[in-house]
Structure formats: C-alpha cells, structure tokens
T-cell receptor, first 114, second 115 residues
Framework: DSGVTQTPKHLITATGQRVTLRCSPR?????VYWYQQSLDQGLQFLIQ???????AKGNILERFSAQQFPDLHSELNLSSLELGDSALYFC?????????????FGQGTRLTVV | AQSVTQLDSHVSVSEGTPVLLRCNYS??????LFWYVQHPNKGLQLLLK??????LVKGINGFEAEFKKSETSFHLTKPSAHMSDAAEYFC?????????????FGQGTTLQVKP
C-alpha cells in the first residue's frame, strides 16, 4: 500500500457528462501529480500541484481541470466526456516538488465512457 | 526534452533464469531515473531510483539497475526470476527541476515468467 488513496476505483459514465476523481496523498506529501494511462498513449503526465499551487502542466485537455485543496487532497475534473477519455487515471504524491524525489502512486481510477 | 525508450515490449523468461529489461534514456542533463512495476489491475510501485549517487542501484525484490552514462542506458536486471515477477515494467526519467517533478514514462515491457 503506497499510502495514496484514490476514489472511486471504477467509474462508468456517458458521453457528455462530467466526473470528479479524488486523490488523498500520503501523509506529509505536499506534491500531487495526475497521470492518464491508455492503451494507445501509455502513461501521460497531466498536471502537478505543490502545496496548493499549480507547478507543471502536461498535455491536459481544456475540458480537464484540477485543483489541490488546503488539506492537500486533489481533485481532477473531467467534463464533456468523450469515448476517448476512457482510461486509467493515476494520482501520485511526493514530499518534494522536484524531480529527484520518487512519486508514490495510488491504485488508479478506471474511467469508462459509454 | 527528456525521453526513455524501452527496447523490448515483451520479454519471456523461465522461472529461475536471469531477467534483463533494457532502457535507454535521453536527457540534456544528469537525469533522475526510476523503474516502476505494475501488476495486473494494480497501481505503480517503485522498484528503484537513480539520482546521481552510486551507478549500481539496488531495489526491492532482488532487482537492480546500472546507470551507464556513456551508453545512456539504465537496464534492469534480476539474477533469478520468480513467478510473482510477471508484470509490466516501466523505465521512467524525471523531466523535473528542483521545482517540478514531471515523470516521463517509457512504453513499458511486459515480463512473462514461465514455470
């Protein structure tokens, strides 16, 4: 168990809908990352927050947004969902903002858009 | 920009034989490199990391990796495969600075262990 908690584990929703994925980082970790894993694109970095502040952005669609709250949990909001958004979404956390610290991953949320 | 290339998409070994999973990286500066493992329907678990200390890095479950700057490689090895090692393995480079920690993942290598 990495100590990173993601909810829900599975989500099935229809095209055009909006969903929210939630992540609780390991105790004491200030940095939270979101990644998307799909069969065609592999594991892709979406966004990083550190202590509530956005630090880095990857190829995150404009329909997607995220935030990190004062208690350090994070939410990833996906709207106007399309079939192609079906993927496994991972949250990871680390104690530091920088690249030398390893990231600890949650079990992921499997999103299926029908 | 940093990148990693995992040279084999699928590796099959017999139980008790050595494992070699190959990874080459591209980085404009001294990189931080990691190997992660993903078992079916599970999250990603860190096996080991290299951050410019010793070039031979030991990880969990008997895995180790050697950083070779001249070859820009970071291959993962294990002397003797176990059935429980069957999983997807990812070589990862950090594109981060001291203030950001974006990880760049390779495409993954599926390790099959035959009895």
């Amino acid at each position: 168990d990495s100590g990173v908690t993601q909810t829900p584990k599975h989500l099935i929703t229809a095209t055009g809908q909006r969903v929210t994925l939630r992540c609780s980082p390991r105790s004491g970790d200030l940095s939270v990352y979101w990644y998307q894993q799909s069969l065609d694109q592999g594991l892709q970095f979406l966004i990083q927050y550190y202590n509530g502040e956005e630090r880095a952005k990857g190829n995150i669609l404009e329909r997607f947004s995220a935030q990190q709250f004062p208690d350090l949990h994070s939410e990833l909001n996906l709207s106007s969902l399309e079939l192609g958004d079906s993927a496994l979404y991972f949250c990871a956390s680390s104690p530091l903002p920088g690249g030398q610290a390893e990231a600890f991953f949650g079990q992921g949320t499997r999103l299926t858009v029908v | 920009a940093q990148s990693v290339t995992q040279l084999d998409s699928h590796v099959s070994v017999s139980e008790g034989t050595p494992v070699l999973l190959r990874c080459n990286y591209s980085s404009s500066y001294s990189p931080s490199l990691f190997w992660y493992v993903q078992h079916p329907n599970k999250g990603l678990q860190l096996l080991l990391k290299y951050t410019s200390a010793a070039t031979l890095v030991k990880g969990i479950n008997g895995f180790e990796a050697e950083f070779k700057k001249s070859e820009t490689s970071f291959h993962l090895t294990k002397p003797s495969a176990h059935m429980s090692d069957a999983a997807e393995y990812f070589c990862v480079v950090s594109e981060g600075t001291s203030n950001t920690g974006k990880l760049i993942f390779g495409q993954g290598t599926t390790l099959q262990v035959k009895p």
